[in-house]
Each structure stands twice: as C-alpha cells, then as structure tokens.
C-alpha cells in the first residue's frame, strides 16, 4: 500500500444522502452516523458468505451493511470484473462503486455473472456508488444516478452517495479545470442534496476524531509489532482498527489473495492498548485532499471533522 491509507471508512462524512433507491424500500435515506454510535449498531449476524462470514452492521432504518465490502477506485477495467467475481465467491457481499471510478461496466458484469450463475442473489448484495461532483444540478441527479444504474446493469441501489460535499461545471468532463488548474465549480449548493444529521444528542463536533495515517503505515514497526502479537498481517491490523470504531470499511485491492486476507478481520481483537496506539497516530493527514478545488465555495477539508 504506497500513498493511501488503508481502508478508508466509506461513511466518513456520515451524509445522509437521497435519493437511495431500493427495491420496496420505502422510506428515509438510511442514517450512516460512522463513528458516533447513534446510526451504527452492534454486528449483527453474518451475512450468507459460505465459509467466511462478514458480519453486518444494521443501520437506522434496519437496512443491513456489511460490515466490510470491497474497494473499487483505481482498480483498473480488465482487472476489476475478474476481481468482483473473485470476491464474490470469496464471499464478498458489499461493494464499493462510484461513477468516477469508471468502472461500473465491468463491476456490473462479474455482479451480473455471478446473478446469473447462481452464485449470489442480488438481495443479498449490498451495492454503493456516487453522484459525482458534475451532476449536481438537480436536474442531473436523476441522469447521474441512471448512468450509474446502466453501468452496474442494476435496477437499485443500496445506497447511493454524494461523492463530495462540492459541485463541478456539468458537462463531459470530470474534473473541469480552469487555465490555472483550479476546479470550475457549478453554483449549485450542496445543501440542496446533502442532509446531515445534527441535534442536541448529535452535535457534530468531530464526526471521528481520528483520520487512517499516513504512507508507511503498513511499514511502521508498532503496526508490525501488533500484528506479529495476533499472527496477523499489518492489513489485516489496520482494517481490524476500523472495524472496532464500528466503521465500515472498504479496503480495496484487485488481488486475489489479498482480497481473502482483508476478509480474515472478525476472529481477533485489538486491546484498548492497541486501540490506543494506532489512534495516537493521528495527524490530521488526509489521502485525497482535492487540491485543485480548494478554492471552491463548498471545499469541505476546510473544516474540522
Ligand atoms: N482514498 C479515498 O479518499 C477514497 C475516497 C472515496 C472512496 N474511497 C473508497 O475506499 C476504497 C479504499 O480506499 P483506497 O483504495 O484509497 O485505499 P485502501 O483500500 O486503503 O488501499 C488500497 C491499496 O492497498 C493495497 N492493499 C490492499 N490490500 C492489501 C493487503 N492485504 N496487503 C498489502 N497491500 C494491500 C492495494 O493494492 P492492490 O490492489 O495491488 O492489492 C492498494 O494499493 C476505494 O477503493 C474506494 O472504493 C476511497
């Protein structure tokens, strides 16, 4: 793992986020407070993965996460179709997509495969993507969300989130950038499509107080240290850290191998002292600072989470 810190949490943020689309799923936008305890219940029953059970976490609107799915970005067309077949065997039941990551076809592919062979029923599948910053225009959320849908060949989605709190210019671009190199942002406000939970008993302060660290975490020795202590891997000690701060995690990797190593998280437990160790890492360093758009009148790192 070179420049990116394991497993970053998918709900970092804990956006309420609509719309959600699900089959008979009436109701609200599930309430994915990470962290805070408030949205994120205790595991909750292993999900139906043969040999190697992930637990889910059971969410405000008695939806069930798992509790560890996998990670798409960067992995790359050609590879990832094999992998998500991979990883549904293996018995991956959530994944992590986003229109961005331009590889909804082939993720689309091995899930439909997969329906088709038997090997999995879309109900037990837990399948998240994005609206990107491009389609934040109300009138293109639905386009956004569509395209998305096309791709992944699926009908809804567990959970669709908003890929950042900011609106780009729409348009065929991705990141639109201007003659400086600075993000062309749209006037949209992320309000109109971002809701946060925030009340008496959820203030909001800090929605995690500690970040995932920084590029040599997997070479730090107090991470090997543990792991030699759990006859873990250093991987396997990180995704564990995110597990018990009941976050749900999504380490991505298109290798096989390490694709069943990263599920071989729910049979050892850190100590507090351990807990303590890895949170004592934090610096505030963040992966994917989105340079180019801090300017931008909706740049959300400004802030202190
Ligand atoms: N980083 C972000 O800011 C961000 C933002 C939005 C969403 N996400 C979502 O979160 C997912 C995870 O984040 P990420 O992809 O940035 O980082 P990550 O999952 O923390 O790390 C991925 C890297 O770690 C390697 N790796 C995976 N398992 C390993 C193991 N057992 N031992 C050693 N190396 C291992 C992978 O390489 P190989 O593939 O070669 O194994 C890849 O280089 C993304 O794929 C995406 O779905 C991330």
Same mark, same amino acid.
């Given at each position: 793992?070179?420049? #990116? ?89 959530? @994944? ?19 329906? *088709?062979?038997?090997?999995?029923? !879309?109900?037990?599948? @837990? ?61 949209? /406000? ?45 991987? #396997?000690?990180?995704? !564990? ?22 599920? *071989?998280?729910? /049979? @050892?437990?850190?100590?507090? *002292? ?6 004592? @890492? ?14 931008? *009148? ?8």
């Amino acid at each position: 793992m070179s420049a #990116q810190p394991f497993g970053s949490p998918t709900l970092t943020a804990s956006p309420r986020v609509s719309p959600v689309t699900r089959r008979g799923g009436a109701g609200p936008a599930p309430i994915l407070t990470a962290g805070s305890g408030s949205g994120l219940r205790a595991m909750d029953g292993p999900t139906d993965t043969g040999s190697m059970a992930i637990p889910c976490v059971e969410l405000s609107n008695k939806m069930k996460m798992p509790a560890l799915g996998l990670g798409t970005w960067q992995a790359p067309p050609g590879k990832v179709e094999e992998v998500v077949k991979f990883a549904i065997d293996a018995g991956y039941r959530h @994944f992590d997509c986003a229109y961005f990551y331009q590889n909804e076809n082939e993720i689309g592919n091995a899930v439909q495969q997969k329906i *088709k062979e038997g090997a999995v029923k !879309r109900e037990e599948l @837990f399948i998240v993507t994005k609206l990107w910053n491009t389609f934040h225009e109300k009138s293109l959320v639905k386009v956004g969300l569509k395209k998305s849908l096309a791709a992944l060949q699926l009908d809804y989605l567990d959970l669709y989130l908003m890929h950042f709190p900011m609106g780009y210019k729409a348009g065929e671009e991705l990141q639109p950038l201007d003659d400086k190199g600075h993000s062309i942002p749209s006037d949209t /406000d992320f309000l109109d499509t971002w809701e946060v939970e925030c009340h008496p008993y959820l203030t909001q302060e800090k929605l995690i107080k500690a970040k995932p660290g920084e590029p040599t975490l997997m070479d730090d020795p107090r991470i090997k240290d543990i792991a030699a202590t759990h006859h873990k891997s250093p991987a #396997q000690v990180l995704i !564990r850290f995110l597990v018990q701060r009941n976050i749900i995690v999504i380490p991505k990797s298109d290798k096989p191998h390490r694709v069943v190593e990263n599920m *071989k998280v729910f /049979d @050892f437990e850190l100590s507090k *002292k351990e807990m303590d160790v890895i949170l004592s @890492f934090n610096r505030n360093w963040r992966a994917v600072p989105v340079i180019q758009a801090v300017n931008h *009148k909706d740049y959300p790192f400004k802030a202190e989470y």
